[in-house]
């Protein structure tokens, strides 16, 4: 195992910042999985099961088991989690720019079509080994101005040429569920069948460039703008993504994070890139995949005091009540019923809300929305 710190940018006189790394295996000899967790800072879950996952590692490292590379970064945020407003902790934007730390990654395909594609031929792996090193020297010649950039900079220069990405989140309140792209699906289904996913979200570009769909969608927007200009030039999913919800903010138990590690670690012998000779059978699915676009974000259409009537995880029909908003000063009650069929995977953790707030989600099977399909 080789630990590498990675200074950022400094955005003040005597202010340093420095991100974190650690290296399993030997770079080149397989598959490449990289792991990081809390790049919102508040959402600490990730952060618990790459501590229980890095011994594990070590372990398999020191036994020469990893046949391939890993590269594990237990907290990818060291911005986020120096920021706090009135003892509360603000790690989703970035106070200097209001820019929501997993949002505004560049768009690889845009920028990297012009200069590879007349290098680009028959062969899908030596294509996938052409875009890599283009990406490679996108990243070496990116001059950040900022410390967030420089940090966006760092964590796509350690995740750019890696097979699988596994971004570590958690909602506010939730079960476990994923957000995955289309084409990433096939590959990653039993790492959230290992998991005990509760929703599977999927989508072809959710909106926002978030970092996981920097990475893969470049991609599928490489192949597709290849054949818009007439190449026919084998491209495959170089990069498979996916964020993983761990539950909700307040689940940071060591059982759930010693069941997380246990799962990934699974997920990894699965891939054959750990050979412990132990190859665990894939678990039985707890959920079919459903479309991003048919998951319904509830709202409160006035202020109020929130009481839940359902609870994450739990499965819904049309107009089952959700939720109540209690108006104490005109004795009002608005009712917030269930618009689709589906699971309740998500919900605020705050009880107080004023018109117009997020309440929860439901994943419901029917594409209904369009244009971007993520959250602020």
């Known amino acids: 195992m080789q630990r590498i710190d990675h200074p950022l940018l400094s955005p003040s006189l005597g202010s340093h910042k420095k991100l974190s790394s650690f290296h399993f295996g030997k770079p080149g000899s397989g598959l490449k999985v990289y792991i990081q967790a809390s790049l919102h800072a508040e959402e600490l879950p990730g952060m618990l099961a790459a501590y229980h996952l890095r011994p594990l590692l070590e372990?398999?490292?020191?036994?020469?088991?990893?046949?391939?590379?890993?590269?594990?970064?237990?907290?990818?945020?060291p911005i986020g989690l120096s920021q706090r407003l009135d003892h509360k902790p603000m790690g989703r934007f970035e106070l200097d720019s209001s820019e929501?730390?997993?949002?505004?990654?560049p768009d690889f395909a845009k920028e990297l079509l012009p200069t590879i594609a007349n290098k680009l031929g028959a062969d899908g792996a030596a294509n996938v080994a052409t875009v890599r090193a283009a990406m490679g020297d996108y990243l070496s010649n990116w001059s950040p101005e900022t410390e967030l950039q420089s940090m966006r900079k760092t964590l796509l220069?350690?995740?750019?040429?890696a097979d699988i990405v596994l971004d570590l989140h958690c909602d506010c309140e939730g079960v476990m569920h994923f957000y995955c792209e289309e084409t990433c699906w096939p590959r990653l289904a039993p790492i959230a069948h290992f998991m005990g996913s509760q929703a599977i979200l999927l989508a072809k570009d959710s909106g926002g460039g978030p970092i996981d769909e920097c990475l893969s969608g470049a991609w599928w927007r490489l192949a597709e703008a290849l054949k818009?200009?007439?190449l026919d030039h084998p491209l495959p999913q170089g990069c498979c993504t996916t964020t993983i919800e761990l539950r909700g903010e307040l689940d940071v138990t060591h059982a759930y994070a010693t069941q997380d590690a246990h799962a990934i670690f699974a997920y990894l012998?699965?891939?054959g890139l750990l050979q412990t000779g132990h190859k665990p059978e894939v678990?039985?699915?707890?959920?079919q995949p459903t479309p991003l676009a048919g998951s319904q974000t509830l709202r409160a259409k006035g202020p109020g005091v929130v009481v839940y009537a359902a609870t994450p995880g739990q499965r819904l029909k049309k107009g089952d009540l959700v939720a109540e908003v209690?108006?104490?000063?005109?004795?009002?009650?608005q009712e917030v019923r269930a618009g689709v069929d589906g699971v309740f995977y998500a919900r605020i953790r705050d009880r107080y809300v004023t018109a117009g707030c997020e309440l929860g989600k439901i994943a419901g099977p029917t594409p209904f929305r369009t244009g971007p399909l993520l959250g602020d």
Not at 59 to 77: E, F, M, R, T, Y
């Open 59 to 77: 372990a398999a490292d020191a036994a020469g088991q990893i046949v391939g590379s890993v590269v594990l970064v237990p907290v990818s945020n």
């Open 228 to 230: 818009k200009q007439g």
């Open 283 to 287: 678990p039985a699915a707890l959920c």
């Open 100 to 105: 929501n730390f997993n949002r505004h990654y």
């Open 269 to 271: 012998e699965h891939l």
């Open 326 to 333: 209690i108006d104490p000063v005109d004795a009002l009650t």
């Open 157 to 161: 220069t350690l995740a750019h040429d």
